[in-house]
């Protein structure tokens, strides 16, 4: 079975400063599909990066990027320059072949400004 | 800007109403999704459909009922509403033609049953 461990309930993050964010998963599959997802209070559901198991270079999109350990199944993002409007929940996801999702338990994400 | 749409935004009712959940996507993704989340808590998938007159249980048992004529429209139906029902329900879809598509969702339905 897959699944998908977020170990932070909640975090919080200096305005401008770096944080990580931990997500490891389980699973017997070699391909397969890691997501980071953001949702803000009250709001929609967004795509923030995706990683690819089968690339072994990082994903990065602005200020998010993550670090994709295979052997270990661990997928953590790293947002940088933290700005107020990333405070929200984010999910790790795992999409193995058939489209079938697994998501974390979330990570919340308080930013201080 | 969303593609896909999900009404009401917010909804109250009382115990025992019939209600159904809108979703309907313009991006012509086979697949689409019913997660319930409560607040602040993870998804639990509850239904789902590889495309039309498809459809399957999800992971959670729920006692709503999906149905899918169209491609771009998948509600969700309630027979008989109870507060345990009380959440919000996600509708999300995916492009299954496209390796590695990840979930696009809608703006969610937040449920209160009184």
């Known amino acids: 079975a897959q699944t998908v461990t977020q170990s932070q309930p909640e975090m919080s993050v200096q305005e401008a400063e770096t944080v990580t964010l931990s997500c490891t998963y389980d699973?017997?599959?070699?391909?397969?599909?890691l997501f980071w997802y953001k949702q803000p209070p009250s709001r929609q559901m967004i795509l923030v990066i995706r990683?690819?198991?089968?690339?072994?270079q990082n994903a990065t999109e602005n200020r998010f990027s993550v670090n994709f350990q295979k052997a270990a199944k661990s997928f953590s993002l790293k947002i940088s320059d933290s700005q107020l409007g990333d405070a929200a929940m984010y999910f790790c996801?795992?999409?193995?072949?058939?489209?079938?999702?697994?998501f974390g338990t979330g990570t919340s994400l308080t930013v201080i400004p | 800007e969303a593609d896909i749409y999900q009404t009401p935004r917010y909804l109250v009712i009382g115990t025992g109403k019939k209600i159904t959940l809108e979703c309907s996507q313009t991006?012509?993704?086979?697949?689409m999704y019913w997660y319930q989340q409560d607040p602040g808590m993870e998804l639990h998938l509850i239904h789902y459909?590889?495309?039309?007159?498809?459809?399957e249980k999800g992971d959670l048992s729920s006692e709503s009922t999906v149905s899918r004529i169209r491609t771009e429209h998948f509600p969700l139906t309630l027979e008989s509403a109870r507060p345990s029902h009380t959440s919000q329900y996600l509708c999300?879809?995916?492009?299954?033609?496209?390796?590695?598509?990840?979930?696009?969702f809608g703006n969610g339905t937040r449920l209160t049953v009184t």
């Open positions: 999300a879809s995916s492009d299954v033609g496209q390796v590695g598509s990840p979930l696009h």
């Open positions: 699973t017997s599959e070699s391909d397969y599909y």
């Open positions: 990683q690819e198991a089968y690339k072994q």
């Open positions: 996801a795992y999409r193995r072949t058939g489209n079938q999702f697994y």
């Open positions: 991006m012509g993704h086979d697949k």
């Open positions: 459909s590889y495309g039309v007159n498809s459809t």
